[in-house]
């Protein structure tokens, strides 16, 4: 069944986004940051032998140095400065959220409305500050300890990069956030989804190239691309997918007017979290085992070559902790983003009831049971497509762009910033319609 929205961009007149000057101006400004962000992603770090470096990341495409390269849009390959991209922001953004359910301290500033919200966002950026700076550090140290990637090693060259990456992790955040302001979409899952859509022609194209050498059979090709359709067909379907809950409303009296008992929907989607676990769990795993990964290889320390091993894709450790990742973050967001409580409260005042459940406390455990039931299927959506191309990834060498996180990623976030697209033209039409109403009635 297709949504309001969806009947009315259907009946909708696009000659009106000629008329859409705040849309137009919204989409240049998303246009031009995106492109100020690749831009940057080719700025590199001072001090850094090319040669060697693209020697070393020839060699390590895969793993989770892989999914971290994917994520910076080949920034990290460069070793640029957008290098940690959005990442540490969002690593704070994961230890706020989870502070904000149980330090009591939060707590009371999420409740105090939109200058609680002010103070958890500024909380996160000093938090994101100190994030980079630790991860920075170790990067800088990996990168010394790689011997020939460092043209010079020495304090200079660890607080440069630091500086550098510290400079370069604000400004991206800084501009994510203008995006979700000003722009079409949420900032930081667009320049998430510009990084990986910029690697996946050049990994088209090398999947084509081994086929053409023999490295990748023909039959495997195949089922690699019978598998991409699949995975966003797939994703696409899950994401519209809702369970549409049934309202009441009876006959009320207002005022001197009776008015007619009437019904809505309650929709509750599948997979209500889109694809913030994926890019949480990725997130907490990529920089730090991209480090373990990067010193195995220019150490010769057992245990750093046993746990580099272990955190490959297909390996057991590896798809454990991210699974078990992807599951944690799917019921976390969702109790974050859905009260039951809240919304029986709602309801009830209202005067909406479900039918045969009573308002109030029934009807808030019968929302939490449905909605826990959808949250276990959709934890079984996430986990599963973002776990078994890992295999693909592993067995037959298919590029990291090419997997199911990164699809699932760029579909999903296309899909959002059409429906943000979608309601912009739905609101000019409305204004539009107000506009011609208040002149008929001027005449």
Request: one cysteine or more; glycine letters at 8%; charged letters at 15%.
């Given at each position: 069944m297709?949504?309001?929205?969806e009947?009315m ?7 009106a986004?000629k008329?859409a000057?705040?849309?137009?101006a919204r ?12 831009l940057?992603?080719y700025i590199?770090?001072p001090?850094?032998n090319?040669n ?7 060699s390590?495409s ?6 971290f ?5 080949g920034a990290l390959s460069?070793?640029s400065?957008f ?14 959220q989870?502070g ?6 939060l ?5 105090e409305?939109?200058?609680g919200?002010?103070?958890i966002?500024q909380y996160?950026r ?7 700076l ?5 990067m800088?140290?990996?990168?010394e300890?790689?011997g020939?990637?460092v043209?010079s090693?020495?304090?200079m060259f ?7 990456l510290?400079?370069?992790?604000m400004?991206v955040?800084w501009l994510g956030?203008?995006i979700t302001?000003?722009?079409v979409?949420?900032?930081?899952s667009l320049l998430?989804?510009v ?10 194209v090398?999947?084509?190239?081994e086929?053409?050498t023999?490295?990748l059979?023909?039959?495997?090709l195949?089922f690699?691309?019978a598998?991409i359709?699949?995975?966003v ?5 899950v ?6 809950i049934?309202?009441y409303?009876p006959k ?22 889109g694809?913030m676990?994926p890019?949480f ?6 920089m730090p085992?991209a480090i ?11 245990m750093?070559n046993?746990l580099?091993v272990?955190?490959s894709?297909?390996q057991w450790?590896?798809?454990?902790v991210f699974?078990?990742l ?12 859905f009260?039951p409580k809240?919304?029986a ?9 479900v ?9 808030a455990?019968?929302l939490d049971f449905?909605?826990?039931r ?6 079984i959506?996430?986990t ?5 191309p890992e295999?693909?990834i592993?067995?037959f060498?298919?590029?990291?762009f ?5 699809l699932?990623i760029?579909v999903?976030?296309?899909m ?8 912009f033209?739905?609101a ?10 208040k ?5």
């Amino acid at each position: 069944m297709a949504s309001l929205s969806e009947k009315m961009m259907s009946q909708m007149d696009f000659s009106a986004f000629k008329k859409a000057k705040d849309l137009q101006a919204r989409l240049l400004f998303t246009l031009v940051a995106l492109i100020v962000f690749r831009l940057g992603t080719y700025i590199p770090l001072p001090g850094i032998n090319p040669n060697v470096l693209n020697d070393f990341f020839s060699s390590n495409s895969g793993g989770l140095i892989g999914m971290f390269n994917a994520f910076t849009g080949g920034a990290l390959s460069r070793m640029s400065i957008f290098a940690l991209n959005i990442m540490p922001y969002i690593s704070a953004s994961i230890i706020i959220q989870l502070g904000a359910s149980v330090l009591p301290s939060l707590i009371a500033l999420k409740k105090e409305g939109e200058a609680g919200f002010r103070k958890i966002t500024q909380y996160t950026r000093y938090l994101t500050v100190l994030i980079t700076l630790v991860q920075a550090f170790m990067m800088a140290r990996g990168l010394e300890a790689g011997g020939a990637v460092v043209m010079s090693s020495h304090a200079m060259f660890e607080l440069s990069t630091v500086v550098s990456l510290l400079g370069g992790t604000m400004f991206v955040v800084w501009l994510g956030e203008q995006i979700t302001e000003r722009g079409v979409g949420n900032g930081a899952s667009l320049l998430i989804m510009v990084g990986i859509v910029a690697g996946i022609p050049s990994a088209t194209v090398r999947m084509f190239e081994e086929n053409r050498t023999g490295a990748l059979s023909t039959p495997v090709l195949l089922f690699v691309m019978a598998m991409i359709f699949a995975v966003v067909y797939i994703v696409v379907k899950v994401e519209r997918a809702q369970r549409r809950i049934v309202v009441y409303y009876p006959k009320r009296q207002m005022g001197n007017r009776m008015m007619q008992g009437d019904r809505s929907y309650l929709p509750l989607k599948i997979n209500p979290t889109g694809v913030m676990p994926p890019i949480f769990a990725s997130a907490l795993l990529a920089m730090p085992v991209a480090i373990v990964q990067f010193s195995s290889q220019t150490s010769d320390s057992d245990m750093m070559n046993r746990l580099a091993v272990l955190l490959s894709p297909g390996q057991w450790l590896y798809i454990g902790v991210f699974a078990f990742l992807i599951i944690f973050f799917t019921f976390f967001y969702t109790g974050i983003q859905f009260n039951p409580k809240e919304t029986a409260d709602n309801l009830k005042k209202q005067g909406g009831f479900v039918a045969g459940i009573r308002p109030g406390h029934n009807t808030a455990e019968y929302l939490d049971f449905v909605m826990t039931r959808l949250v276990v299927l959709g934890a079984i959506y996430l986990t599963a497509l973002c776990i078994l191309p890992e295999f693909f990834i592993a067995y037959f060498s298919v590029p990291f762009f090419l997997g199911g996180t990164t699809l699932l990623i760029v579909v999903s976030v296309i899909m959002e910033t059409m429906t943000r697209i979608q309601s912009f033209m739905i609101a000019q039409q409305y204004e539009g319609l107000i506009k011609k109403a208040k002149l008929k009635g001027r005449l």
